[in-house]
């Protein structure tokens, strides 16, 4: 099993920006999609998808609400998966998890945390309004 570390959180205001950053030491990283997702105060048996992104990078996707706002990307030289947040607002507070899953396929990802094998331990952003 693959762990994966988060970091990058902090208490923002509403409007500001912060930079996630997943990283592990594994060495199938580079070739594992990875998935951001967000569980809020209260419910806690929920992680819901905030976006992924396929080994290669080629491909993402991002939820709803955070499209236009959030960017994801990766540096397989680096072994690390950035989520970059702007005009963060106070409903995007949340533990922020990244996970990963190896695949063969380089375009595959998934928006399902069933689909995710390994898992970071979250890092907490908070928007003040």
């Known amino acids: 099993q693959v762990r994966l570390v988060e970091s990058g959180g902090g208490l923002v205001q509403a409007g500001g920006s912060l930079r996630l950053s997943c990283t592990t030491s594994?060495?199938?990283?580079?070739?594992?999609?990875v998935g951001w997702f967000r569980q809020t105060p209260g419910k806690e048996t929920e992680r819901e998808i905030v976006a992924a992104i396929s080994f290669s990078g080629d491909r993402s996707e991002y939820a709803d609400s955070v499209k236009g706002r959030f960017t994801i990307s990766r540096d397989n030289a680096k072994n690390t998966v950035y989520l970059q947040m702007n005009n963060l607002k106070p409903e995007d507070t949340a533990l922020y998890y990244c996970?990963?899953?190896?695949?063969?396929?380089?375009?595959?990802?998934?928006?399902?945390?069933?689909?995710?094998?390994?898992w970071g331990q979250g890092t907490q952003v908070t928007v003040s309004s």
């Open positions: 996970a990963a899953q190896y695949t063969l396929m380089e375009t595959w990802y998934s928006l399902d945390r069933n689909h995710y094998a390994d």
């Open positions: 594994g060495r199938r990283f580079s070739q594992s999609a």
